[in-house]
Structures are given as structure tokens and as C-alpha cells.
């Protein structure tokens, strides 16, 4: 009987090998066996002297987990190269979904492991200040795996609720038309001079770096390789860097530190879930209003001044 095989989903980073960590660098030296693209096979020739590879231009996924799979049952351990993290619009996802399809279960016969990588949302990220800051989320604009207004939903709440966007996959040389309903729909909600960062190949010898605005950003050069990272209202560029504030200034001055009135270090703020239940109660107002005041369901809002002081504690 041969051992059995191993699959590691290795997430090497933006691009350069000083951003690979130091146990994606391990995995693919341990390998037998290395799948990926070219370029990323080309960052990491030093480790791979000996080893048989795989060097799929392919766009299909399912091709790559599918081979892997086969090595691994011949007892080959088999690293699947992945830019930025595996697990983020990556390979993790087609490699369980062929694995689960061939009958495999975890702890059986083939290992998996799974090496995080830094993904283009951070690493875009570090380039251009802090955008990232308070809460985020990324959205892929790629309508090949997945139906338009699906995406478009995403978009049309994620923007209303004032999240910072990273926008995956914005552009490519076929879909040209979808960075422009993003905007479309963003400018619903958020003013047209809202920061917008451009980022393409990060870390990459042809990185390039370009600070916009909502309105604007579909006359920038966006390619397959870029990320477009979008603020929300209290987002700002100053210096050449995106700023999100994280909130210190509702609580603290941020000249000095000294706290604001009715508020308390290490504690939710005023308006945080206990405060503003007391504010919403004392107003004698109808759920009804409460909810269009604060965008919320009335039968949220119903919930909320139900609770007894027990619950809400
Ligand atoms: N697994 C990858 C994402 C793959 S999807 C990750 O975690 O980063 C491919 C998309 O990722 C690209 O269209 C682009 O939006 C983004 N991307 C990947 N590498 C990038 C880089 N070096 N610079 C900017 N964007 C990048």
C-alpha cells in the first residue's frame, strides 16, 4: 500500500517572495508535486529544483484540484499554488467540492492542508494607508461563476450600509462593463467624491498605484490585475494616504486623549446597544418611526424595546 498523499493549498502572497510566509515556503519545499501558474511557479524556482510541475495557464479550477487529487492518490504530496490567500476567491473552495465529490472525507486517506496567504485586500491595503480600518468587505465583479444580480444585490446593500468595498476581479479585457454598474450603484448611496483607490500588481514589478474618487474611478487604468478599494463616508485621502477612521474620534479627543463627555473608556459608547435602547425608549416615539429614523426593521426595533432589563444585560 503507498502512503497517503497530501494536498496543501498554498497562498503565497501578492507576488514577491519576501510577503510568502515562511510555512508556504516549507509546504512547497516539502512537496513532490507543484501545480500553478507560471508566474507564480517562476517566484519560487529556488524550491522546486527536482520536483515534477504542473504549470497550468488554464483558467478552469477544477482541472487543477482534479490532478491534484489524482497525485495525491498516487501517495505524492502536492502543493497547489494560489496568489494571495487559497482561501479567498481561490482554490480551497473547487479542491474541497472534488475531494467531497470523490468520496473523500476529512482524517480518511488524504491530508489537507491549508497555508493562509496575505490577500490582495491586504496587501492593496498596505500600499495605500488604512483603508481597511472599521468594517470591510470584498466583492468579486467576475460574472463567470456567478449571476449578475446576485452580484448586483451585494453591491446595492453593501454600498447603502456604508461599507469599505474591495472590488476582486474589477476588469478584464471581456468584462469592461461591470466596474461601471458598480459604480452605478454605489453613487445611489455615496457621494461622488468618495475615496477610491486603484491598485495594480501589488508587490509586483509592475505595481501601480492610483488615488481616485467614486465618480471618477472608471477612467482609471483597471486591469485584471488590480483591486479597487472604496471608502465609506468617513474614508479620506490625505497625503497621498486612505485613511478609514476607526471611531476614537466619537469617543475621545483626538488631540489629547482625554475622553468626551458621557462616555467611558473600555466601555460601548453612548449610542452603543445599552445606551441607545435607553435612547430610543425614553423617546416615547412608535416603533415605526424608530426603525425609519435608524434604517432599521420595525420588527427589529419591536425586539429591542421589548427586552427586559434581565435580556438586555
Ligand atoms: N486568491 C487571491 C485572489 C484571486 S482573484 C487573493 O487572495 O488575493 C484575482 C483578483 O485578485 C484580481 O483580479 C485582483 O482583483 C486581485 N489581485 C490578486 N493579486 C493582486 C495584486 N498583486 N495586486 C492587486 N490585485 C491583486
Same mark, same amino acid.
Given at each position: 500500500?503507498?502512503?497517503?498523499?497530501?494536498?496543501?493549498?498554498?497562498? &503565497?502572497?501578492?507576488? #514577491? /517572495?519576501?510577503?510568502?510566509?515562511?510555512?508556504?515556503?516549507?509546504? &512547497?519545499?516539502?512537496?513532490?508535486?507543484?501545480?500553478?501558474?507560471?508566474?507564480?511557479?517562476?517566484?519560487?524556482?529556488?524550491?522546486?529544483?527536482?520536483?515534477?510541475?504542473?504549470?497550468?495557464?488554464?483558467?478552469?479550477?477544477?482541472?487543477?484540484?482534479?490532478?491534484?487529487? =489524482?497525485?495525491?492518490?498516487?501517495?505524492?504530496?502536492?502543493?497547489? &499554488?494560489?496568489?494571495?490567500?487559497?482561501?479567498?476567491?481561490?482554490?480551497?473552495?473547487? @479542491?474541497?467540492?472534488?475531494?467531497?465529490?470523490? %468520496?473523500?472525507?476529512?482524517?480518511?486517506?488524504?491530508?489537507?492542508?491549508?497555508?493562509?496567504?496575505?490577500?490582495?485586500?491586504?496587501?492593496?491595503? =498596505?500600499?495605500?494607508?488604512?483603508?481597511?480600518? #472599521?468594517?470591510?468587505?470584498?466583492?468579486?465583479?467576475?460574472?463567470?461563476?456567478?449571476?449578475?444580480?446576485?452580484?448586483?444585490?451585494?453591491?446595492?446593500?453593501?454600498?447603502?450600509?456604508?461599507?469599505?468595498?474591495?472590488?476582486?476581479?474589477?476588469?478584464?479585457?471581456?468584462?469592461?462593463?461591470?466596474?461601471?454598474?458598480? *459604480?452605478?450603484?454605489?453613487?445611489?448611496? *455615496?457621494?461622488?467624491?468618495?475615496?477610491?483607490?486603484?491598485?495594480?500588481? !501589488?508587490?509586483?514589478?509592475?505595481? *501601480?498605484?492610483?488615488?481616485?474618487?467614486?465618480?471618477?474611478?472608471?477612467?482609471?487604468?483597471? %486591469?485584471?490585475?488590480?483591486? /479597487?478599494?472604496?471608502?465609506?463616508?468617513?474614508?479620506?485621502?490625505?497625503?497621498?494616504?486612505? /485613511?478609514?477612521?476607526?471611531?476614537?474620534?466619537?469617543?475621545?479627543?483626538?488631540?489629547?486623549?482625554? @475622553? *468626551?463627555?458621557?462616555?467611558?473608556?473600555?466601555?460601548?459608547?453612548?449610542?452603543?446597544? !445599552?445606551?441607545?435602547?435607553?435612547?430610543?425608549?425614553?423617546?416615547? #416615539?412608535?416603533?415605526?418611526?424608530?426603525?425609519?429614523?435608524?434604517?432599521?426593521?420595525?420588527?427589529?426595533?419591536?425586539?429591542?424595546?421589548?427586552?427586559?432589563?434581565?435580556?438586555?444585560?
Amino acid at each position: 500500500m503507498t502512503t497517503p498523499g497530501k494536498i496543501m493549498l498554498v497562498g &503565497i502572497g501578492p507576488g #514577491h /517572495v519576501e510577503h510568502m510566509t515562511q510555512r508556504a515556503r516549507e509546504a &512547497i519545499a516539502e512537496a513532490d508535486t507543484i501545480i500553478g501558474y507560471v508566474t507564480y511557479i517562476r517566484l519560487v524556482a529556488d524550491l522546486i529544483e527536482g520536483k515534477e510541475v504542473v504549470k497550468k495557464s488554464m483558467t478552469e479550477e477544477l482541472d487543477r484540484a482534479i490532478e491534484a487529487l =489524482a497525485r495525491a492518490r498516487e501517495g505524492k504530496k502536492v502543493a497547489l &499554488i494560489s496568489s494571495g490567500d487559497a482561501g479567498v476567491y481561490g482554490m480551497a473552495g473547487p @479542491t474541497y467540492e472534488v475531494l467531497f465529490e470523490a %468520496g473523500w472525507t476529512p482524517g480518511f486517506d488524504i491530508e489537507v492542508e491549508i497555508v493562509p496567504g496575505a490577500s490582495a485586500l491586504n496587501t492593496c491595503a =498596505a500600499l495605500v494607508g488604512a483603508p481597511l480600518t #472599521h468594517d470591510f468587505c470584498a466583492i468579486s465583479l467576475s460574472d463567470l461563476l456567478t449571476p449578475w444580480p446576485v452580484i448586483a444585490r451585494r453591491l446595492d446593500a453593501v454600498a447603502a450600509s456604508d461599507f469599505v468595498v474591495a472590488l476582486y476581479n474589477p476588469k478584464s479585457g471581456r468584462r469592461t462593463q461591470q466596474i461601471v454598474e458598480a *459604480r452605478r450603484l454605489f453613487l445611489r448611496y *455615496r457621494r461622488p467624491d468618495t475615496p477610491v483607490a486603484i491598485v495594480k500588481s !501589488a508587490y509586483r514589478p509592475k505595481q *501601480r498605484i492610483e488615488m481616485t474618487t467614486l465618480e471618477a474611478m472608471c477612467e482609471a487604468d483597471i %486591469g485584471m490585475l488590480s483591486t /479597487v478599494l472604496i471608502g465609506n463616508s468617513a474614508t479620506f485621502i490625505r497625503d497621498g494616504l486612505m /485613511v478609514t477612521p476607526r471611531g476614537y474620534a466619537n469617543k475621545y479627543d483626538v488631540t489629547n486623549g482625554d @475622553t *468626551r463627555d458621557g462616555e467611558q473608556a473600555g466601555r460601548s459608547l453612548s449610542t452603543g446597544l !445599552a445606551g441607545w435602547r435607553d435612547t430610543i425608549r425614553a423617546s416615547g #416615539h412608535s416603533a415605526a418611526q424608530i426603525a425609519a429614523q435608524y434604517q432599521l426593521p420595525v420588527d427589529y426595533i419591536e425586539a429591542v424595546l421589548a427586552q427586559t432589563e434581565a435580556e438586555a444585560v
